[in-house]
Each structure stands twice: as C-alpha cells, then as structure tokens.
C-alpha cells in the first residue's frame, strides 16, 4: 500500500537526517476517517510496511495492525478532527527546534525557508506526553499554522501531503538553528509579514519543481 509505503520512507528519513533519536518521533497520515501512523516503541531501522497501524479517526479503534499505536495518537486525531485541511502530521524532537520548547521561546521566522509554516512558530502549554490536554494545547495553539512546538517536548508540523509536512519538519529545525545563532549574536531580525508572503507565493513554482 503506498500510503504505508510513504510513512515507512519518511519515518526512517526522520532517524537519518537527525529529526528524532531512538524511537522518539511519529507520523501520520489521514484519508478520509482512516489515520495510518507509526507504531508505538519500534526502532525506525525495523519499521516494515506491516508495522503502520490503521486507526479509525472517528472511534479511535484500531482497524487493522498488530502493534500499539503510537503514544501520541491522541494528538495527531485531535488534529485532523479540528482541521481537515491537513492530511499529514510529522512529530519530531530535534534538537534546536526542542531547546526553543524547553525554553517556551516562539521560534521566530529569520529565514524564508519557513515562511509557510506562520509567522512565528509558536509554543503550545506544557501537558503530559500522549494526553488529552496535549492534544488540546497542541490543536488551540497549532490554528491555522503549519507548525507549533510543544513546551518541554518537541515538534508538529502538519501539511496537505506527507511530503509537505516532512518538509516543514526539516525547515523548522533548520530554521531553529539559524534563529539560535542570531539570539547569540544578540540581533534577531525576523521576516516581515509582507516578506513572508512574497517567499510563500514563489513556494509554490519552485517547491513544486
Ligand atoms: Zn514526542
């Protein structure tokens, strides 16, 4: 199934290109009321095809699988559930775009590379990984971005593909490096809302490319 196929590829890329350590992190992807999403606990170097679980978005059954669900399958419903725009959600821990939610510091957009994820990617309150109140304060502080850190734990980018949100995963980070650097050289100057919207319009010829 190519859906499974797709979670597989990007789950083990996320391991590869440093996003996550272990077997931290999550994707999902939703069609319809069904989400795919990786199992709970299972290295990235073993995850197979048959490992994506199926579960059903309106019930929150498990339709077909043999492992757990990942712990935060409450938050990657709640999120489709709140806005069916997004099709896809990849949660990750890297490191820069983390130490700005364990600081409860807003990541601010200093390069375009991020210039479709908001104007600012916000801190979503600190609940328990894998509750309900996460997925309450992750959805209430996501709105309409594409991406939203969460306090003392980690990262959610969303987007209309898989691909898409992969990509934002990377830029948030890539971004979180760079605002990193600026606040220690003690000159923070993020992008504008009209220089934001120029980058995002240009997205979508060479993204596209
Ligand atoms: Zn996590």
Known sequence: MQIKKDIVHYAKLMEANG??????GNISVRIDNTMYITP?????????????LEVDLVSGA???????PSTETPMHSSIYKHNSRIKA?????????TMFAC?????PIVHYIAADIGNQIAVAPYARYGSEQLAINAVNTLGDNNGVLLANHGVIAVGETLKDAFRRAEAIEEVAHLAFGCHLLNSV???SDKDLAEAVEGFKTYMSG
């Open 62 to 68: 498990v339709l077909a699988g043999k492992r757990k």
């Open 189 to 191: 100057k993020p992008l």
């Open 89 to 97: 959600i990849v949660h990750t821990h890297s490191t820069y775009a």
């Open 19 to 24: 996003l996550v350590i272990g077997t931290a």
């Open 103 to 107: 600081a409860h510091i807003p990541i």
């Open 40 to 52: 709970s606990a299972l290295p990235y170097a073993e995850i197979e095809e048959e490992d994506i």
